[in-house]
T-cell receptor
Framework: KNEVEQSPQNLTAQEGEFITINCSYSVGISALHWLQQHPGGGIVSLFM???GKKKHGRLIATINIQEKHSSLHITASHPRDSAVYICAPRNYGGSQGNLIFGKGTKLSVKP | EAGVTQFPSHSVIEKGQTVTLRCDPI?????LYWYRRVMGKEIKFLLH????????ESGMPNNRFLAERTGGTYSTLKVQPAELEDSGVYFC?????????????FGDGTRLSIL
């Protein structure tokens, strides 16, 4: 079983829809990144959070440390949001700061 | 501020050859991480430098991989000799200082193809 599980693996939405991507992890963590990777492109860190909720534009990330669960929400989705979204907790027990990664959720937003 | 830069963006070599990947972190970032994604799998940690010292190299797959960070600035990752299973995308990330809650900044990755 992977230490980080994301769902769904693939998601197709219509423009304007509200989107939720979920992440569950089994290890102790200090913080969690949500990353975005466009096709053929590099990785961008959208959020790093260790508790509660963060909001940036149409993106909202929440985390519940006790339940070992985090969610990424996209409001009023747009085709430019199409990308792979990766949940990456910061492993508390490993090297100070190294991340462990989910397999990613491939999001496609249709106009 | 320049971001994390990686070179080359894509490398195609034959099995048995040697390849060296380079990562230039954001200036002043003490922490430098190497990760890789092989086909169909999730991204995995390879190693972590704090300045020029290897903090953790537990993710290095075998002794064909050698990472260096002389002077604590840029880092190189050499694969010698390359094998087919080394194909994948190698990412570098940096963060400003040691601490559990410093965000990591990623490069665009180097796509390595072994033929």
């Amino acid at each position: 079983k992977n230490e980080v599980e994301q769902s769904p693996q693939n998601l197709t939405a219509q423009e304007g829809e509200f989107i939720t991507i979920n992440c569950s992890y089994s290890v102790g963590i200090s913080a969690l990144h949500w990353l975005q990777q466009h096709p053929g492109g590099g990785i961008v860190s959208l959020f790093m959070l260790s508790s509660g909720k963060k909001k940036h534009g149409r993106l909202i990330a929440t985390i519940n440390i006790q339940e070992k669960h985090s969610s990424l929400h996209i409001t009023a989705s747009h085709p430019r949001d199409s990308a792979v979204y990766i949940c990456a907790p910061r492993n508390y027990g490993g090297s100070q700061g190294n991340l462990i990664f989910g397999k990613g959720t491939k999001l496609s937003v249709k106009p | 501020e320049a971001g994390v830069t990686q070179f080359p963006s894509h490398s195609v070599i034959e099995k048995g050859q040697t390849v060296t990947l380079r990562c230039d972190p954001i200036s002043g970032h003490d922490n430098l991480y190497w990760y890789r994604r092989v086909m169909g799998k999730e991204i995995k940690f390879l190693l972590h430098f704090v300045k020029e010292s290897k903090q953790d190299e537990s993710g290095m797959p075998n002794n064909r991989f050698l990472a260096e960070r002389t002077g604590g600035t840029y880092s190189t990752l050499k694969v010698q000799p390359a094998e087919l299973e080394d194909s994948g995308v190698y990412f570098c990330a940096s963060s400003p200082r040691t601490g559990l809650n410093q965000p990591q900044h990623f490069g665009d990755g180097t796509r390595l193809s072994i033929l």
